[in-house]
């Protein structure tokens, strides 16, 4: 009997159909895990850029509370100068700024006697509307902003001819009214009806909440405290803090308070701290603490 060969014969219509499957199904497995591979990278990029974040947000966290920490050592050790009995060891009053190391790093420190300030719960209605005069208020709108702070600070329900009460406020979309009770904050003064924060800024460095009393010392006065005491009168304001310039810096007292801020700088980051205290004289209890906070950049 003759022998058939298979050989160059067509694969049947089963065979093809098989052929076909197992490509496809390679096909799809290739696929998959293609895929998989790519989720896969995907993944761990995801957590790989996830560790860089937390790694970066440690790092700053490790910084700010170094600056923290080194601009807090800085009002310590300024307080510890303050309270020196030897006066040419302790810094200056008038807000100059005088260099403290610690760490490694290097605060700059200032100390500002606040009896030259105006205290805004004590000070008297013609007394703040010079203030805002000098900070650059036209006469009236400078008399309604002082009976605006009277206004919030004083217990009474009623206001001011210029001042504001609740309905003002209400009427202005505000959804507060005034205190009716002293200041707590130098802050508070941003809520008053009318004030801007360009105002508030012009106005700060001039007020305190510490004296506890109307009344200014001139020489420890700013520029626009000054325009006040000399009614007004630039040259005179001028040759005051020129004969200021000439003298030694004051130095502290017992029975003042103080604002004692602290600025650490490094590359990419800054601290800035601000206390203020009283230096009570007693031995036991030598400062008293009104504030202690850091201050945030506007």
């Known amino acids: 009997m003759a022998e058939i060969s298979i ?68 009002i310590n050790a300024a307080i510890l100068r303050m309270l020196d009995p030897v006066p040419a060891q302790q810094p200056p009053a008038d807000g100059s700024a005088f260099p403290v190391p610690f760490n490694g790093r290097t605060a700059e420190v200032r100390v500002t006697d606040e009896a030259g300030k105006v205290d805004l719960n004590k000070g008297d209605g013609a007394l703040l509307t010079l203030l805002l005069r000098a900070a650059g208020l036209e006469p009236d709108a400078a008399k309604a ?20 009460g609740e309905a003002d406020y209400s009427d202005a979309g505000a959804p507060y009214g005034p205190r009716r009770g002293p200041f707590q904050t130098l802050d508070e003064l941003r809520l008053v009806l009318g004030m801007t924060p360009q105002l508030f800024d012009r106005l700060a460095p001039s007020l305190t ?74 031995r036991a209890a030598p400062i008293a603490v009104y504030s202690w906070e850091r201050v945030i950049a506007p």
């Open 7 to 74: 050989l160059g014969r067509a694969p049947s219509p089963a065979a093809r159909a098989g052929g076909e499957g197992a490509v496809e199904q390679r096909g799809f497995a290739l696929v998959a895990v293609l895929w998989a591979g790519m989720m896969l990278a995907i993944i761990v990029a995801s957590l790989m850029a996830s560790a860089r974040s937390e790694a970066l947000i440690a790092r700053n966290r490790l910084r700010t509370a170094t600056l923290d920490a080194t601009a807090d050592a800085a």
């Open 145 to 164: 902003m002082s009976d605006r702070i009277q206004d919030w600070r004083e217990r009474s329900s009623l206001h001011r001819l210029a001042g504001a």
């Open 209 to 282: 909440l510490a004296t506890g009393t109307q009344w200014v010392e001139p020489d420890y006065a700013g520029h626009d405290v000054l325009m006040v005491l000399a009614n007004m009168d630039e040259t005179a304001v001028d040759e005051k803090l020129a004969a200021r310039a000439a003298a030694p810096p004051p130095r502290v007292q017992p029975g003042h308070a103080y604002t004692i801020e602290a600025q650490v700088d490094e590359p990419g980051g800054r601290m800035t701290k601000r206390a203020v205290i009283r230096l009570t004289g007693n």
